[in-house]
């Protein structure tokens, strides 16, 4: 099993920033894929951004040129750093990983974290 563990989160005014991080750890081979999604109450999850291992990256339309996704492949961890935040991106946001499982697995899996809480309000 795989665990994701978010932190970050938190109050902030429109227009500052904040940097969210998570952390896979368990039994696993290798991290093909690691992003983050959020869900804005009555609303559903969608994609924000993500990252492959060899550093490519995409990002939804809504938060191109104001957060930034990255990733440290020997501490098995992803940053979304997001800058010039508005009231609209108050969401959970989510942690996912895609886990090749073994060296010998065909396929991989999908993991989730529990989500960290981000409000933007004055």
């Known amino acids: 099993q795989v665990q994701l563990v978010e932190s970050g989160g938190g109050l902030v005014q429109p227009g500052g920033s904040l940097r969210l991080s998570c952390v896979a750890s368990?039994?696993?081979?290798?991290?093909?894929?690691m992003g983050w999604h959020r869900q804005a109450p009555g609303k559903q999850r969608e994609l924000v951004a993500t990252?492959?291992?060899?550093?490519?990256?995409n990002y939804d339309d809504s938060v191109k040129g104001r957060f930034t996704i990255s990733g440290d492949n020997d501490k098995n961890t992803v940053y979304l750093q997001m800058n010039s935040l508005r009231p609209e991106d108050t969401a959970v946001y989510y942690c996912?990983?895609?886990?090749?499982?073994?060296?010998?697995?065909?396929?991989?899996?999908?993991?989730w974290g529990q989500g960290t809480q981000v409000t933007v309000s004055s």
């Open positions: 996912n990983a895609d886990v090749r499982r073994t060296l010998m697995s065909p396929g991989s899996s999908r993991y």
């Open positions: 368990g039994s696993f081979f290798r991290i093909n894929t």
């Open positions: 990252i492959t291992s060899g550093g490519s990256t």
